[in-house]
């Protein structure tokens, strides 16, 4: 079964700083998606960042882009200039493949709560 | 212009009571998925449709049954609330084919 891993409960930054989430997960296939997604305070799920795990280069968005090591099942988030309104919790999920008879089932890590100070 | 919404935001009853949460997206999508928040933020797929059908029903209790009237909507009926069923229940709508879900604002459910 596919697991992600968040290990890094909570983590802070200085306003402007740049900061690295983590995640690991865990898969025996070969095909599969992986996103970045915020929940601030409002608690409505905001997707962030998305990878495709055939594509070899890393998906950036703005002051979003991951590190996508897929040989050492590794998906980091990294975030540039942090800014106050990215202080909130990040989650970071697997979609299997569209061949997986679990296609669409987002598997999520247990989150990071990102606090930016001032 | 919300892409995927949900009523009630809040839910506040008894145990043993019945209730209902609606979704609707407006995006074109052809499936829906019912998400569960626990206390400690952990997210977990509970159903999905495509296309009107059931593709994922995790182990959840039959208590939750889901129904998809047509692809835009998806309602959550919940009968003989628990304690333990308090949570905060997301919908979420994608293209079929695991891509990126838009999710709506969560319905916080509480059982007293």
């Known amino acids: 079964a596919q697991t992600v891993t968040q290990s890094q409960p909570e983590m802070s930054v200085q306003e402007a700083e740049t900061v690295t989430l983590s995640c690991t997960y865990d898969t025996s296939e070969s095909d599969y998606y992986l996103f970045w997604y915020k929940q601030p305070p409002s608690r409505q799920m905001i997707l962030v960042i998305r990878q495709e795990a055939y594509k070899q280069q890393n998906a950036t968005e703005n002051r979003f882009s991951v590190n996508f090591q897929k040989a050492a099942k590794s998906f980091s988030l990294k975030i540039s200039d942090s800014q106050l309104g990215d202080a909130a919790m990040y989650f970071c999920?697997?979609?299997?493949?569209?061949?997986?008879?679990?296609?669409?089932?987002?598997?999520f890590g247990q989150g990071t709560t990102l606090q930016v100070k001032p | 212009d919300t892409a995927v919404s949900q009523t009630p935001k809040y839910l506040v009853t008894q145990m043993g009571n019945d209730k209902s949460i609606k979704c609707e997206q407006n995006?074109?999508?052809?499936?829906m998925y019912w998400y569960k928040q626990d206390s400690k933020k952990f997210l977990k797929i509970m159903f999905s449709?495509?296309?009107?059908?059931?593709?994922i029903n995790e182990t959840v209790p039959n208590r939750f049954s889901p129904k998809s009237p047509d692809k835009a909507h998806l309602n959550l009926h919940i009968n003989s609330l628990e304690l333990g069923d308090s949570a905060v229940y997301f919908c979420a709508s994608s293209q079929w084919g695991g891509h990126e879900q838009y999710f709506g604002p969560g319905t916080r459910l509480t059982v007293t």
């Open positions: 999920a697997y979609s299997p493949s569209p061949g997986s008879s679990n296609t669409g089932k987002l598997i």
């Open positions: 995006l074109g999508h052809d499936t």
């Open positions: 449709y495509n296309n009107k059908e059931l593709i």
